[in-house]
């Protein structure tokens, strides 16, 4: 009953968090290595007084020498009074019995970037990459600001997809292509199973880049690992998910969406082509150019093409209905309109026949109105849409 109660009392007073608490827990338990650290805690951060909270480190790590936080804080206030070689020491106490604890490690990192040991530091933060996958990003940050080169930091990364596209992503924000290129290739290489929408990322980087062959190389590299991407492809059109069957990607060659005042789009069971769903864009009577569907579509310059889609309507009333619409991709030029679509009408085929330019490597289709000040109200429908290279045609302007 004694020790037990000086044991509860010796916790009840640890709790209290000041020094005279805490020195009256040391003497109810003075084998306990917990409430040595805490009273170190309380002189390095309270009290200010680093040379205090070591000697209290050191009895906590004379203790129990197996606790790694122990050594950390002994090294917090070795660095405070200046002991570097103490720090080290520490340091590497804490990281022989906790090797693999990413607090530890990022720890350790910082304080070897700090002496200048730059390749222990990038060790001890692919042990970060390892364990924790939330400071990943930090990690590989911190690694690229060290090194600058990628070798060494992959000589040290896992095997694992996730964290390689990471550093793509770093690499791409810092604008570093070749070594983004490199990564990317390395990442292909491990040969494992990747979340494909986690890369798509890197084909929008390349097309904001304006370097559409090597988006389109990235597009059918991440669709031939991925089976949830492939039933996006319809073997010879250029459009992907050309029937809304799929759920919308956002991103790369998909369709992308972006919400649009007066205007919503959704899928319809009740209303297809050719069985199935249709897209359903319900105009509510606000003036409005663009729906804010669109895709990027990549071609050949010099090519005549021809879009077109299936579309219908109920009670579409404005000066001018919508059309399918080809534009150059960076630069503000339409290649061509469909017809308009106004009233009310069953199933019915629009194209837009189009030449490209000879230095014209990427365009986007769309379903907009010209000019869009006009107020529009009722519902257009579209399915089956289609891009096609015309046969035996590649004349240019």
Known sequence: MWCVIRVYEAHRFSVSHNEASLQRAIRLQPQDATNYDLLGQYFIWDGQDPRAAAAQFQRAVRLNPYESSYWIHLAQSENSLGNTSEQASAIRKAIAVDPTTPDVAWTAANF?????????ALHQLAVVMRSDPWMADAALDLSWRAAGDVKPIQDR????????????????????????????SST??????????????????????????????????IVKRSSRLQ????????????????????????????????????????QSYQGGEALLITYSGSSNEDTGLSQNIPVTPGVRYVASAWVKSEELESANGPQLTVNDGYRSHDYSRSEETLGTSGWHLVRAPFTTGTDTNLVVIRFSRTPGS?????????????????AGNNSTH
């Open 231 to 270: 039933p996006y492809i319809t073997p010879e059109n250029l459009v992907v998910n050309a029937r809304f069957d799929q759920e919308f990607l956002n991103a790369a060659f998909d369709w992308h969406y972006s919400a649009q005042p007066g205007v919503t789009v959704g899928l319809d069971s009740t």
């Open 188 to 221: 292909l290489g491990l040969n494992r199973e990747f979340d494909a929408r986690s890369a798509l990322f890197y084909v929008d980087a390349l097309l904001a880049k304006r370097d559409v062959a090597a988006a389109e190389v990235a597009w059918q590299q």
């Open 374 to 390: 006009t107020l529009i109200r009722g519902r257009f429908w579209i399915d089956s849409v289609q891009m096609l290279q015309e």
């Open 112 to 120: 070897f970037l700090v002496q200048g040991e730059t390749q222990e």
């Open 157 to 184: 990364m896992p095997p694992d997809p996730e964290i390689y596209l990471k550093l793509v992503k770093l690499l791409v924000a810092k604008q570093q292509w070749t070594a983004a290129d490199h990564v990317w």
